[in-house]
């Protein structure tokens, strides 16, 4: 038997959500069975313990949990034995596939990557789905010629999860960080994981005629997307790109070819959900590398798998700051 916090619909459609017992025979089909450590809680979490589960959510019992990390129990593939610390991030795990809100998980052998040397399992789900995606912008950033000396990187939604291991990271490799947020009190975080500028969000929440601003930035991790990510656009320096990993702000984007046409700037999508084996185990072992550990234990707050619904609900109405680290054995 193990711990999970299962979601389920009743007749009249309500979703209701808790910590129930499981025996090990209702977990689904899967080559490797993980005895699950920590997990997170992310925006889709939220989705998923919400009344209609967001449209993640295809079938009823579910457990919610995008990403986790534990130890290999049993294993048919060859890659991993028992005993081998693993994460998962992506995959639709925890939206059709049953996730990392449990004790245990069962899923396929492609979904996983090694834990890297230099990272706990507790230190790996603090950086979670949320700080491997601000990684994968990261790499896509230097991919496309950003290097420290370019001049002030932007990170949007900068308190939030990819925000905050965002502005870390990019600190820690020499780059200076503008950090956008709307909550003043925010600040002091934020100057403490290396922001050496704060942006208001009102300063780009709002749409401009000018298809072009003042250059300005020579980068941008984009977390909200919308007006917000249009405004970017029209204030990048020549060349320079956004890498664009989130839709807090909106799916719609108004703007011109002009920025593209006249500064070549270049605006690059992040999927973090089905990445290549290579790309992923890279993004990893660069988390291990340049993301500073005692940075990353600023942003951490600790949660238990009781707390999870009420966290959810929280997380949907952006009253979350940094990180939730979830023990699923607390």
Partial sequence: MFKA??????????????????????????????????????????????????????????????????????????????????????WRVGEIWWGGYAQKARVKADWLVPLPDGLTTRQAMAVGTAGFTAMLAVIALEDHGLKPGNGPVLVTGAAGGVGSVATAILAN????????????????????????????????????????????????????????????????????????????????LETTVIPFLLRGVNLLGIDSVMRPYEDRVRAWERIARDLPMDKLEAMVQPAKLEDLPELGAKILKGQVRGRVVVDVNA
């Fill in 173 to 252: 490799l020499g780059h200076e960080v503008a950090a956008v947020t709307g909550r003043p009190e925010a600040e002091e975080y934020l100057r403490g994981l290396g922001a050496s500028q704060i942006v208001p969000r009102a300063e780009l929440s709002e749409p401009s005629k000018k298809p072009l601003e003042r250059e300005t930035w020579a980068g941008c991790v984009d977390a909200v997307g919308g007006v917000m990510l249009a405004r970017v656009l029209a204030q990048l320096k020549y060349g320079c790109s956004a890498a664009a990993v989130g839709l807090a702000g909106g799916a719609k």
């Fill in 5 to 90: 916090l299962v979601v389920e619909k009743d007749d009249e459609g309500n979703v209701h959500a808790a910590v129930k017992e499981l025996d090990e025979s209702a977990l689904p089909e899967g080559d490797v069975t993980v005895a699950v450590e920590y997990s997170t809680v992310n925006y889709k979490d939220g989705l998923c313990m919400s009344p209609g589960g967001g449209g993640l959510v295809k079938s009823y019992p579910h457990v919610p949990g995008i990403d986790f990390a534990g130890t290999v129990e049993a294993s048919s593939d060859p890659r991993y034995k028992p005993g081998d610390k693993v994460i998962l991030t992506g």
